[in-house]
């Protein structure tokens, strides 16, 4: 089933993983940084919603919260600064339970494949607890992690027979890492200014 959902969502994987080597997060410590902030707007925009609904789906939901990952990194480098400084990210308007699992889906993958970077970030003299927490995601438990959310991903496609939702969210997932990833940080409209302020966080089409 879950092999279904990576052949139905390959080609916007592709595409993540293009615009992740365009960013060339390794490059540098400064690259790093940049990366890092960015995905930081991209999982506090998009986690808050999402676990309001994993937390009844999933078993260990909270456990699965990257935010804080990313924080503790940010602030290890000296670089954690407000989100919104650097404008809201377009993230998946999460509908149903269906398009929870799908945006989990990806979020959960990314982990998966994350701690093959974690060599990468270990050129740059970083690691676990030394700005690279994010990468290095569940250590030794990310197999079992994986396969504890795939078998809740099976329940609600199989038993639920909501394969189109999840499918759904998880490529509007993708497409909106992809397009935040590649917008020009600088470019991207800061909320707070200009009337912004008022403005709620803007939503890719409905992922249900
Ligand atoms: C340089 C960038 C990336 C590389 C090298 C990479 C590599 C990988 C690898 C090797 C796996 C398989 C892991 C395993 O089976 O143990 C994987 C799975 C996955 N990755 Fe990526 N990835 C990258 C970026 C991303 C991004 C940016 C996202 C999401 C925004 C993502 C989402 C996923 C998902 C959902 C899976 C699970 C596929 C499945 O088994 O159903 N990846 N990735």
Do not use: N
Not at 98 to 124: C, D, I, N, P
């Amino acid at each position: 089933m879950a092999l279904s959902i990576k052949r139905l969502t390959a080609s916007a994987h592709r595409d993540a993983e293009a615009a992740v080597g365009r960013a060339r997060p390794f490059a540098s410590l400064g690259s790093y940084r940049a990366y890092l902030t960015k995905l930081h707007a991209f999982y506090e925009a998009l986690e808050a919603p999402l676990f309001e609904r994993l937390a009844l789906l999933v078993p260990d939901a909270d456990a699965r919260r990257k935010t804080g990952l990313l924080e503790a990194d940010l602030r290890y480098l000296g670089a954690l600064v407000d989100p919104a400084a650097l404008g809201r990210p377009r993230v998946p308007r999460i509908s149903s339970p269906a398009a929870a699992m799908g945006v989990g889906y990806v979020l959960e993958g990314k982990t998966l494949g994350s701690r093959f970077l974690l060599e990468h970030a270990r050129q740059l003299d970083l690691d676990v607890g030394r700005g690279a927490s994010f990468l290095a995601g569940y250590g030794g438990r990310t197999g079992p992690m994986w396969r504890v959310y795939r078998d809740a991903l099976e329940h609600v496609v199989v038993v639920g027979g909501r394969r189109a939702a999840v499918v759904a969210g998880a490529l509007a997932t993708f497409a909106s890492f992809t397009r935040w990833i590649d917008t020009d940080a600088g470019g991207a409209r800061p909320s707070g200014l200009g009337g912004a302020a008022t403005e709620s966080r803007a939503a890719c089409p409905a992922a249900e």
